[in-house]
């Protein structure tokens, strides 16, 4: 059986805190044996997620926007490389068994409205996504964590509940 | 110079409301001389604004998630066949010169988020897109309309701001 | 009825007589009344076929690799614009009712072998693809054109076959 | 330093003897400590390379066409989710630090032809590519190999030129 792969999405800009915050899921994801993914790049939540699942010895996965892996963070075990912009968000929430949502802006709250519509629960740590998201929230698929240990355990039960 | 794409995005499953409110929407654009691009299926906010476009004697474009024409709606003179799911998304926004949002659910708001993403205007009509976007509204990219009137209203604007 | 698409591919830097002859072909395409679709860009055999087309009264569709209209031909009438780079090479085929291929390098040969994939019958024109399409070629969805005349005689002949 | 990437490519529907040389290209790629990427179906070239990488003790990489794991190898360690069809084609050999093909139809087709424009090197083994990319051939950038042997002693040539 092959390991779950769980989408840490969120901004290439962001605080300290929520760096943190990123930092702590990769290391958590890591040591549940899973695999991080995310969009790869050397910067806000994605080089945060993967440098803290890479220190903690885990398999990290990065769907890039580039045509080239230039801009990849060097926590980055696996680059995807698209070339496809902003179409690579589908790429990262399809590819993803469970998704976590830091704070981010377009991109990320992008990211966060695909995964529903295909059908993935997305767990939110410290972003906001307003009415339009109402129903899946409704229907128990958008979830609110706390802090990263509770999206952590909120990813154990989704991942329960899909056969891994 | 080419006339201005305006692309109308919603939901697939819609109000009568909604759909009415499509219908003026695609009928206003191609009284404007503008082409209408949207996601050229033949159901909600796709179908009833396509149809509104035609009918007034506009030209009207879908960017089609399958990879064939089966679904695409009879108002629509060019189907783009992109086989790429909600890829597609990314091509509606990229392709408009304003996009105007329409209640609809997950893939909507993706459509409201990488349009802000891309640095388009977004009108919304109807749709409540919550405090995750509070930095573009805050900006003037994202606006809402009263009605259709007042939407065609606000996109002549930003088109006279985008030099056409 | 919507009116036949066809698509016109091809190297962005080609000789005078290749550019002619896609100059002519996108001629004959607007007299036959259909829709040219090329990748768009303001450059051989792209730049070529839309201007035929365009001077001819045709209405001419081009699906861009880039992210904005920079580099649109001035004779595309409706700019696509995919963000996508090479992987827009699907979506002119899936695109186009019919393909007509003139010489190119590697983007050419990859529309060429996406359509025949995609099921599109391919009409090369001066370009020599080799045994690895020998398949289609037997199968008759692989087809040589003497000339610029004889490709459009051949392009009306598989539209009939496909109902238009 | 992350691990060289090796895409595997070639058809869905394959002799016997391809499919042997694909499970050994795998078995192969795996022992020089290198990851395999193919187009992740449990058929053909994919279905044997992978299960040779994954014998061998390798990490393998399977970039799907579907919006679904469905279809999925189980020899494959980590599932792209594409949801694209034929565009993931593009993601296959930009992802790759070096492409191989293997006999196929359309699909190998357009990857050889589509890696050659992104400036990968491309290693034939047992698949003619025909005259119209002949420029590659004479830069070097398209060789052939006479057993998977050969072709991995090529790859390892090309991995040096770029710096692994």
Redesign the interface.
Known sequence: M??P?IGVMGGAEVSAAVARDAYELGALIARKGW?LLNGGRACGVMEASAKGAKEAGG?T?G?LPD?TTEHVSPS????????????R???NV??SDVVIACPG??????E???A???GRTVILLG???????A??RASGQLEDAEDPRDAIEKVQATLRNRGF
Do not use: F, Q, W
């Open positions: 092959r390991k792969i695999v398999l996965v769907v045509d980055i075990d696996i680059p995807i490389v698209t070339g496809m912009g902003a179409a968000n589908v790429i399809l590819s802006s377009g991109g990320t709250l992008s966060v409205a695909l529903l519509k295909a972003i906001e996504v307003g009415a339009a998201l129903e899946y």
